[in-house]
């Protein structure tokens, strides 16, 4: 049966942009399982509220629904454990502090260098929601959040350094093969890279060469996914 | 057979303070293997030539010497499989990712609470050497990297956010049981344990609670250690 799935969309529909909902894109295909997307805005809370919660990514897997993107990676694994995500309990715990260090590292360096993008593209019934909870979150306007980004983007990727240090040792986070590590990491990078056009990764770093091999996974699924125009 | 670990020591021989060795000290607890240290000093390269570089935790094990933190756990599990240290290939690939981060936002953040604190119990022989190092890697006195770290200490324990996620989540960073995972982030608390009285985490993080039942493992070895006098 095919996976439902709510994933965030832009002002177009097909602009697909959440790090959350693409970390479970990745997890999907890593394990072959046909999905169908369903667009969704930051405002239809309705849309969603089947799940008990309003945030994406959620999906509907019969009569099955999961919210949160750790809670559905782990259902899936379970539900469908080859080819395995996580790599075993112990695998999957030591998963967990990379999630962690990713929503709080990754996605907060992130954001200051993207949000005014962000709310350029995503729809307009969305932004007046976006503007007001994101400048209540980070203390400012959108537009100071984003200043002085080209100088300030320096220490984001000096933030990456453990990446950088795995993937000069190894080709994948998950090891000799893509694990659930790589889908979150490069979960949280499919944010800028369809919502921006700004480089939040150098080009010479090892950390954007690992991107690239996988963008190029599972058919291209990263690298085809449509992105902001320049 | 006995391994044999040089560990770095302080002025009292009994004082062993390394993060590095740390690893080593517990990760050989985990899977109860008996080891014997012999302290060394920083300066004393000629005692550990034999290993082909000039840096602890060295270990011989019988005929085998292997040197570096992450290529001995790596010995190890390899070595003597059970009970394992890593769990698997994938966790072990992820682990990695911890290594790297502790490494690089843990052990530089420390660095900067108590290298004046470090200084001053290291064996007289060391100081020299000690302050003309660590002085040229952060391009200033070594009092001047402790300077206000009544207030920078903040900073360090906001760092710690990822663990402090994990650890509400699950009880040990290795899941239901401690990992090398476990031994690589208490390996490098144990540093500002042994050699300093600041405090650097808070009492109610969950980190610390995490630390304190590391510290009763393995028959209490790192609440047993000998700390520097208050």
Redesign the interface.
């Known amino acids: 049966m095919t996976i439902i799935m709510h994933d965030l969309a832009g002002a177009d529909p097909m602009l697909r942009f959440s790090p959350y909902c693409w970390r479970i894109r990745f997890a999907l295909a890593h394990k072959g399982l046909p999905v169908e997307t369903i667009p969704w805005r930051f405002t239809d809370k309705a849309a969603i509220a089947f799940s008990g919660q309003g945030r994406v990514p959620v999906i509907r897997d019969g009569a099955t629904v999961v919210s949160d993107s750790w809670a559905i990676a782990e259902y899936l694994d379970a539900q469908y454990p080859e080819p395995?995500l996580?790599?075993?309990?112990?695998?999957?715990?030591?998963?967990?502090?990379?999630n962690?260090?990713a929503?709080?590292?990754m996605l907060g360096g992130i954001a200051r260098l993207i949000l005014c993008d962000i709310h350029d593209m995503i729809d307009p019934v969305d932004r007046a929601y976006f503007r007001q909870s994101r400048e209540a979150r980070f203390g400012m306007t959108l537009e100071e959040t984003q200043a002085g980004r080209e100088t300030r983007v320096e220490a984001f990727r000096e933030s990456l350094?453990?990446?950088r240090?795995?993937l000069r040792?190894?080709p994948?986070?998950?090891?000799?093969a893509p694990?659930y590590?790589d889908a979150i990491v490069a979960g949280t990078l499919m944010w800028p890279r369809c919502c921006s056009r700004f480089p939040v990764l150098a080009h010479d770093d090892a950390v954007a060469a690992w991107f690239e091999r996988m963008l190029d996974l599972y058919g291209g699924l990263g690298r085809n996914a449509l992105r902001v125009a320049a």
């Open positions: 395995t996580f790599g075993g309990a112990t695998a999957q715990a030591h998963a967990r502090f990379i962690a260090w929503d709080g590292v350094l453990p990446l240090v795995v040792a190894q994948w986070l998950g090891g000799a694990s590590a």
